[in-house]
């Protein structure tokens, strides 16, 4: 007897991936606003959307804390990044700055040693 697998399915594209989250978010806010405005709702009406507002409300907190994490991991790397590209662009002012301004200074000692020693 021959076992059937069924073939695995392909990874979900950005696109796809996208979209899903663009839906679940206003799934989510759907959920908000008519909790919010629950008082507004007629009590023959209320039925209906007390069930599927509650399994909103709940797939909304059942989310992955794993994926928060990665975010928060993401976002810490690249604010350490910044700070450093940040500090990086002070520095390369600074020499710049200061070889512009040796360059450009006139060297008085050295022209008052001339002076001096020609008046001899």
Known sequence: MKTVVP???PPPSAASTLIAALH?????DA???????????????????SAPVSAIEASAR???AANDEGIRRLRTLGANCLMALVLLGFGTA???????LLRTATP????AVILAAQGD
């Open 31 to 49: 959920a908000r606003v008519i909790h919010r405005y629950q008082h507004l709702v007629a009590d023959g009406v209320e039925g209906e959307f």
């Open 108 to 111: 008085h000692e050295s022209q």
């Open 62 to 64: 059942a989310l992955p």
């Open 94 to 100: 600074h020499v710049i700055g200061v070889t512009v």
């Open 24 to 28: 679940e978010s206003r799934r989510r």
């Open 7 to 9: 073939a695995p399915s």
